[in-house]
């Protein structure tokens, strides 16, 4: 992991096309702005593994299916 300072109205640049920016700073509290390509997903990290277990859920169902209907 890299870690890195940054104060309010600085940002880092992520493979050339991804801004993320230091918009405020509150108590404990960072608010981050980020700028990427619409074809870049961005999600904060609990959606992000929601999605991945409704997905290997979904995966597992459909497989099932799929072995029930070769049956």
Do not use: F
Not at 48 to 71: G, H, M
């Amino acid at each position: 992991m890299l870690a890195l300072t940054r104060k309010k109205g600085e940002s880092i640049i992520v493979n050339n096309d991804i801004e993320i920016s230091i918009l405020e700073l509150r108590g404990d509290q960072v608010k981050i702005g980020i700028s990427a390509p619409k074809e870049v997903p961005v999600y904060r990290k609990e959606v992000y593994l929601q999605i991945q277990k409704e997905n290997e859920a979904a995966l597992s169902a459909d497989s099932i299916t799929a072995l029930k209907e070769i049956l």
